[in-house]
């Protein structure tokens, strides 16, 4: 109940008025938010991470708008190492307005990203655009084969989307949006995850595991052992700000992982849905808004 609640307030213009103009959320978002980007993945990278770095900024209503977030994009990859990915939301680039403009502007970050070393992700976003993300990835793998995509284990049909794409790069993660028909309790969504892991570690494609959950961790290790994956056949993604001494017991092991860093002002959808995931970080960002300590 309460994660379906912070999803609503994640939609409410009145909350979101009231919590972005509060001088005291500065602290609780720059531990999710990276305040300088390029600062924050050079830390990153030096401490022996990978990075997919997202602008903050979606359901864009005007092609002005998407250009805009297309040029942001160009302009990020020159701060990039290689090796690095950006994901990208589609409807941030024009989905909402046309499925064609979309699949243009992605196909333009794709080509700049190729030129630098860097692959892109197609980011999870509400249910009604899933259907419509598939079939931009299904274009742009076509000219891009390692462009990813986000497979959200909440979702009833998970698996089948996990077995359709074999062969291709493919972000795993719980969910962090509501859905009709969607799995709800924890202990579904975790058994939809394995199962989608364990068409993913036996596939023909490569795996990036999004999870801070220390079970289905050990469950993805034991699958990679088990289906014959080295280290480099598969990653860890994990948000910026969250569990990063197990990103970094992670990565000392010699495994692959890979920090999920947002930044931008357009950050209040995203913190919510965070707190959604994660509801005991309520209490840390509750605080943050009435002490400074």
């Not at 040029?71 to 989905?95: E, F, I, M, N, Q």
């Not at 992700?121 to 249910?127: G, I, P, S, W």
């Not at 790069?169 to 709800?184: F, H, I, N, Q």
């Not at 947002?262 to 995203?270: C, E, F, H, K, S």
Request: hydrophobic residues 45%; glycine residues 6%.
């Amino acid at each position: 109940m309460l994660r379906q609640a912070l999803l609503a307030v994640s939609r409410s213009d009145l909350v979101e008025r009231v919590v972005t103009t509060s001088p005291l959320t500065r602290d609780v978002v720059r531990r999710y938010v990276a305040d300088d980007v390029g600062q924050v993945v050079a830390r990153l990278t030096r401490d022996g991470l990978l990075v997919t770095v997202a602008r903050l900024g979606e359901d864009v209503t005007d092609r002005a708008q998407a250009e805009h977030s297309v040029r942001d994009y160009l302009a990020l990859l020159g701060r990039l190492p290689r090796d690095a990915d950006v994901s990208v939301k589609l409807t941030a680039l024009g989905l909402r307005l046309s499925e064609q403009l979309a699949l243009d502007n992605a196909a333009t970050v794709c080509e700049a990203a190729a030129a630098r070393g860097v692959t892109l992700t197609l980011d999870a976003e509400e249910h009604d655009t899933i259907a419509r993300l598939e079939s931009v990835h299904a274009t742009l793998r076509k000219e891009h084969p390692d462009v990813g995509i986000v497979v959200q284990a909440y979702l009833p049909d998970a698996r089948e989307r996990c077995e359709r794409l074999d062969g291709a790069r493919v972000r795993l993660c719980k969910g962090a949006y509501s859905a009709p028909g969607a799995l709800t309790s924890r202990a579904e969504i975790d058994r939809s995850f394995v199962r989608c892991l364990k068409v993913l570690m036996a596939g023909t494609g490569y795996p990036m595991v999004a999870t801070h959950d220390p079970r289905l961790v050990e469950i993805a290790s034991a699958l990679a052992v088990l289906t014959g994956r080295d280290a480099t056949g598969f990653e860890y993604q994990m948000l910026y700000g969250v569990r990063p001494a197990e990103q970094a017991r992670l990565a000392g092991l010699g495994a692959q992982v890979r920090v999920y860093v947002p930044y931008g002002a357009d950050w209040y959808a995203y913190l919510m849905r965070r707190l959604a995931e994660r509801p005991r970080n309520l209490a840390f960002f509750a605080r943050s808004l009435v002490s400074r300590r």
